[in-house]
T-cell receptor, first 113, second 111 residues
Framework: GENVEQHPSTLSVQEGDSAVIKCTYSDSASNYFPWYKQELGKRPQLIID?????GEKKDQRIAVTLNKTAKHFSLHITETQPEDSAVYFC????????????FGKGTRLSVIA | DGGITQSPKYLFRKEGQNVTLSCEQN?????MYWYRQDPGQGLRLIYY???????QKGDIAEGYSVSREKKESFPLTVTSAQKNPTAFYLC??????????FGPGTRLTVL
């Protein structure tokens, strides 16, 4: 089955700097890759997702890149702010919709003011 | 994700006791999921259901049971066979071509 590895497990950056979180997956059949942000004690919230027919997707300060050949995808956050501090999870599945996601173990991002 | 509710928010279980966690959605989603979250472990799939009256085991189904009698509801029972149930439990749902949206979670503690 699918296995998703996520690095780093913790990341500290200065406010205004960029943060990059990387994930690799094992199943070449995976085609859908969402990213979730989870604040302490709260539910995970989708922040961006990408499908395999696209190499990059941006939404304001957040971008995701996908390399299907190498089976890895990355989350990029630019101009970080203290409110970006949270745990971020990557995930993979065969398709968006009625199929389960396989999650990475998460990255705890701390943005230092 | 405001259309997914979980109850209770906090739950305490005694040794040998079965407890049931509620999950309801009004998003008309076909699929529903239960995940368990432990510190540093990410989210692990317990059970999922793609259609009413059908469900599949996930990676860590032992000691848990589910039912899907209605499209809107997917309750999870934590049985006494689950020896280490203390965790944060998250329910999610998804539509045909949509991502998963999560409920607010239930924090279960064994006394």
């Amino acid at each position: 089955g699918e296995n998703v590895e996520q690095h780093p497990s913790t990341l500290s950056v200065q406010e205004g700097d960029s943060a990059v979180i990387k994930c690799t997956y094992s199943d070449s059949a995976s085609n859908y890759f969402p990213w979730y942000k989870q604040e302490l004690g709260k539910r995970p919230q989708l922040i961006i997702d990408i499908r395999s027919n696209v190499g990059e997707k941006k939404d304001q300060r957040i971008a995701v890149t996908l390399n299907k050949t190498a089976k890895h995808f990355s989350l990029h956050i630019t101009e970080t702010q203290p409110e970006d501090s949270a745990v971020y999870f990557c995930a993979a599945s065969i398709e968006a919709g009625n199929t389960p996601l396989v999650f990475g173990k998460g990255t705890r991002l701390s943005v230092i003011a | 994700d405001g259309g997914i509710t979980q109850s209770p928010k906090y739950l305490f279980r005694k040794e040998g006791q079965n407890v049931t966690l509620s999950c309801e959605q009004n998003l008309n989603h076909d699929a529903m999921y239960w995940y368990r979250q432990d510190p540093g472990q990410g989210l692990r799939l317990i059970y999922y259901s793609q259609i009413v009256n059908d469900f599949q085991k996930g990676d860590i189904a032992e000691g848990y049971s589910v039912s899907r009698e209605k499209k809107e509801s997917f309750p999870l029972t934590v049985t006494s066979a689950q020896k280490n149930p203390t965790a944060f439990y998250l329910c999610a749902s998804s539509g045909q071509v949509d991502t998963q949206y999560f409920g607010p979670g239930t924090r279960l503690t064994v006394l």
